[in-house]
């Protein structure tokens, strides 16, 4: 204390009152300056806050808008078949279209959870019944006024010239024009993303399944919500490229939409890092490199192979099965993992036999198939089919003897002595009429 006071006289010429002055003085600024930098801090803290507090209150805004326009669609929405005017047909890239449609009746469109699907009745030339069809939506549910569907033709495979192309793709490929009216039933599917949550997510597709991938992403974007979202799209080369400045504008007006396109095989002159960002496949290993985690949720669409090949490599990364949501098209599909049967219940199905009564074919059933409309297949059996799902009817056949189970319930009932095969399977001994 005494050298102190020793430091002030000599520090203030000898005066111990000016020497005291000048402490009080550095004390109370520095006591000031620390004031200032919590009263920073407490005012930075509540505009955090604050943000937070709007971002919790816009999502939830949104949630009630969602809710009102599902409110609308229970009330807007339509039994059977309703006819819609294609007012405008555009030519995405080689083979595929983009289908505009408007009600023909000028009654309000419902909405529509993105990723579902539009199903069609086509009164095809020479066909005793309509062609049943599902194609997904590949526009935002906040597109009031129209409907849109992009549609690729089906083509025979090189090494089978012998097949024919898709019926119902070639038809609206080579027939369906604008002005003329189709007969399409109300959106439905299971296969759709959850607007009113704000987790981050994945979208996988490879080639024509980008429709239901770009229809969640445009969902996201006319929203405003900032959701996270990452968009893997692979295709060939620039001829395949669905809907490419549509997708280039959603990247960059949308920072939160990250957008990776790969192509398996450039064409001469196409650019990367302006037409494509990547080439190759998509694949476990792209993802792996770009994902800051695998703690996404995921939504695929593609043929089966394609999708195989990522379920495959999500599972093997770790990735939760309850996280990883899929739509194939074709033949092929991936199937998700079912509870193994009992001992007593093993030995129950492997004794069951299904009888194909047109075709001639009595055979075991194998629990592996999945549904009787895979196990036909297998059995190269033909039946139609449109939506795998249980909505469309298409795969309608009727029961000859015998019963079934229901894997899910089906979303259309289907009629008296009749089973839906894309999600059924045998109770017992079956016969049906196929």
């Known amino acids: ?57 816009r999502a939830e805004v949104q949630e009630v808008k969602l809710r009102c326009r599902e409110l609308e669609q229970s009330q807007a929405g339509w039994n059977g078949s309703r006819k819609f005017t294609v007012f405008k047909k555009v030519a995405e890239c080689e083979d595929v279209n983009a289908f505009y449609l408007k009600p023909h009746d000028g009654r309000p469109l419902p909405a529509f959870k993105p990723g579902q699907y539009l199903t069609f009745q086509l009164d095809l030339p020479g066909r005793d019944k309509p062609l049943i069809r599902c194609y997904s939506l590949s526009d935002s549910p906040h597109q009031k006024d129209y409907y ?107 920072e939160n939409i990250h957008l990776h396109v790969c192509y398996s095989r450039p064409s001469p002159g196409e650019v990367k890092g302006k037409d ?7 694949s476990i290993e792209l993802l792996k490199e770009l994902l800051p985690s695998n703690n996404f949720e995921y939504y695929l669409c593609g043929n089966g192979a394609f999708m195989k090949s990522i379920t495959d490599g999500l599972e093997a990364w770790g990735v939760p099965e309850k996280d990883v949501h899929f739509e194939a098209f074709g033949p092929a599909t991936v199937k998700k993992k079912t509870v193994a049967p009992t001992a007593s219940e093993t030995v129950h199905l492997a004794k069951l036999e299904v009888t194909f009564s047109r075709t001639g074919k009595t055979v075991r059933w194998e629990p592996s198939a999945g549904n009787l409309l895979d196990f036909a297949r297998s059995q190269n059996v033909k039946i139609d089919s449109g939506c795998c799902a249980g909505s469309c009817g298409s795969c309608s056949v009727a029961i000859k003897s015998g019963a079934v189970d229901y894997i899910t319930p089906p979303t259309s009932t289907p009629e008296a002595g009749t089973c839906l095969t894309c999600v059924c399977r045998p109770k017992g001994n079956l016969v049906i009429d196929a």
Not at 4 to 21: F, H, K
Not at 166 to 177: E, I, L, N, P
Not at 238 to 246: D, W
Not at 276 to 282: A, D, K, L, S, T
């Open 148 to 254: 849109r569907v992009t549609i690729k033709k089906e083509k025979a495979p090189p090494d089978k010239p012998e097949w024919t192309h898709g019926a119902g793709s070639s038809y609206f490929t080579d027939v369906v024009k604008e002005g003329d009216i189709l007969n399409v039933k109300a959106p439905t599917g299971h296969f759709f993303l959850d607007m009113t949550r704000m987790n981050p997510i994945v979208l996988i597709a490879g080639g024509v399944g980008i429709t239901p991938m770009l229809c969640m992403a445009n969902a996201i974007a006319a929203s405003g919500s900032k959701r996270e979202a990452w968009f893997f799209f692979g295709v060939r080369n620039q001829r395949e490229h669905i809907h490419k400045a549509e997708l280039e504008t959603l990247a960059a007006e949308h």
């Open 276 to 282: 494509y960002q990547h080439e190759g496949r998509v």
């Open 1 to 57: 204390m005494q050298s102190l006071i020793e430091y002030l006289r000599s520090a203030t010429g000898g005066s111990l009152s000016l020497g005291v002055g000048v402490t009080l003085t550095v004390v109370l600024g520095l006591w000031a300056l620390l004031e200032s930098l919590r009263a920073v801090g407490r005012l930075y803290g509540d505009r955090q806050q604050q943000q937070a507090s709007r971002q919790k209150l």
